[in-house]
T-cell receptor, first 113, second 114 residues
Framework: EPEVTQTPSHQVTQMGQEVILRCVPI?????FYWYRQILGQKVEFLVS????????KSEIFDDQFSVERPDGSNFTLKIRSTKLEDSAMYFC???????????FGPGTRLTVT | SQELEQSPQSLIVQEGKNLTINCTSS?????LYWYKQKYGEGLIFLMM?????EEKSHEKITAKLDEKKQQSSLHITASQPSHAGIYLC??????????????FGEGTQLTVNP
């Protein structure tokens, strides 16, 4: 069964460093998303991406965040200068259509020290 | 106030018992999604509901969306230890087709005792 994959599963970085989180969405899906979940809190929407551009972003997704689909399979989230408060589980998701079943990856746990 | 409220926050049941988890909003829910999450892991898609009055079932889990599209319930029949986990409802509260931005509830922690 097709699934969303994410790498790495756990990333530890120092404050101020850049990190890139990688995702491989389900192959025929057209819409891609990033969400995050700070420990003990709700899952929060960050950004949606369609047709090689951002469809929508939340207030959390400020200038330090960027997304890219560098090739036909990968979807990346870059955090330019990490802060302690960026520590969270980051989930990638994809869906075939705009309003459709949204499948999540297993997440990348980002720890900023 | 929360945009999407789940109840109860936690639930402990004996194996074999039925249970219901609710998800309520003051706004219209244009897409309602149920997920299961094990602590520290990813979200497993269970079901998606869109139409008022819609009901879907998969194995022993049934989800319903009310006619007004402001409340959904997830019902598990004859619960098993494998049903244990955190159940999350997520919803798109906008009538839009260019990508769903899901708002999530806080989750319901389900424990099933053998």
């Amino acid at each position: 069964e097709p699934e969303v994959t994410q790498t790495p599963s756990h990333q530890v970085t120092q404050m101020g460093q850049e990190v890139i989180l990688r995702c491989v969405p389900i192959s025929n899906h057209l819409y891609f998303y990033w969400y995050r979940q700070i420990l003990g809190q709700k899952v929060e929407f960050l950004v949606s991406f369609y047709n090689n551009e951002i469809s929508e972003k939340s207030e959390i997704f400020d200038d330090q965040f960027s997304v890219e689909r560098p090739d036909g399979s990968n979807f990346t989230l870059k955090i330019r200068s990490t802060k302690l408060e960026d520590s969270a589980m980051y989930f990638c998701a994809s869906s075939l259509l705009g309003v459709h079943e949204q499948y999540f990856g297993p997440g990348t746990r980002l720890t900023v020290t | 106030s929360q945009e999407l409220e789940q109840s109860p926050q936690s639930l402990i049941v004996q194996e074999g018992k039925n249970l219901t988890i609710n998800c309520t909003s003051s706004k219209t829910l244009y897409g309602l999604y149920w997920y299961k999450q094990k602590y520290g892991e990813g979200l497993i898609f269970l079901m998606m509901l869109q139409k008022g009055g819609e009901e879907k079932s998969h194995e022993k889990i049934t989800a319903k969306l009310d006619e007004k599209k402001q409340q959904s319930s997830l019902h598990i029949t004859a619960s098993q230890p494998s049903h244990a986990g955190i159940y999350l409802c997520g919803a798109d509260m906008r009538r839009i087709t260019s990508g769903s931005r899901l708002t999530f509830g806080e989750g319901t922690q389900l424990t099933v005792n053998p």
